[in-house]
C-alpha cells in the first residue's frame, strides 16, 4: 500500500502566497509523474500542473507564472509553491501520484487540501 499525505492549505489574502506539500510513503520502488489538481464548488476536478521524475513541468493556462511545481525524489514529495493568488484559485486541492510498487504501476490520490482565497 501508498498513502500521500498533503499539508499547507489553508486561508489566504488575494496577493498572497501558499506552498502545498505531498509526500508518500509505503511499498514504493519509484514514482514517475507527480500532479496537482484541485475542484472548486460545482466544479469538475482540473489539472493544476504535473512533474515527471526527469524534472519536465506541465501547468494550466489559468496557472502559468504564478504556480510552480517541484519535487524531490529521495522524499518522495511533490510541492505547489502558488504566488500571486486569486480567488478564482480558491478549490479543494488534491496531489496525484503514479507510483511503482513492487505490485505495479498505480496512481494515488491524496486527501485533498483546502485553499481558500478572500480578503
Known amino acids: 500500500q501508498v498513502q500521500l499525505v498533503e499539508s499547507g492549505g489553508g486561508l489566504v489574502q488575494p496577493g498572497g502566497s501558499l506552498r502545498l506539500s505531498c509526500a508518500a510513503s509505503g511499498s514504493i520502488v519509484s514514482i514517475n509523474v507527480m500532479g496537482w489538481y484541485r475542484q472548486a464548488p460545482g466544479k469538475d476536478r482540473e489539472l493544476v500542473a504535473t512533474?515527471?521524475?526527469?524534472?519536465?513541468?506541465n501547468y494550466a493556462d489559468s496557472v502559468k507564472g504564478r504556480f510552480t511545481i517541484s519535487r524531490h525524489n529521495a522524499k518522495n514529495t511533490v510541492y505547489l509553491q502558488m504566488n500571486s493568488l486569486k480567488p478564482e484559485d480558491t478549490a479543494v486541492y488534491y496531489c496525484?501520484?503514479?507510483?511503482?510498487?513492487?505490485?505495479?504501476?498505480?496512481?494515488?490520490w491524496g486527501q485533498g487540501t483546502q485553499v481558500t482565497v478572500s480578503s
Open positions: 512533474i515527471t521524475s526527469g524534472g519536465n513541468t
Open positions: 496525484h501520484q503514479f507510483v511503482r510498487t513492487p505490485w505495479g504501476p498505480q496512481g494515488y
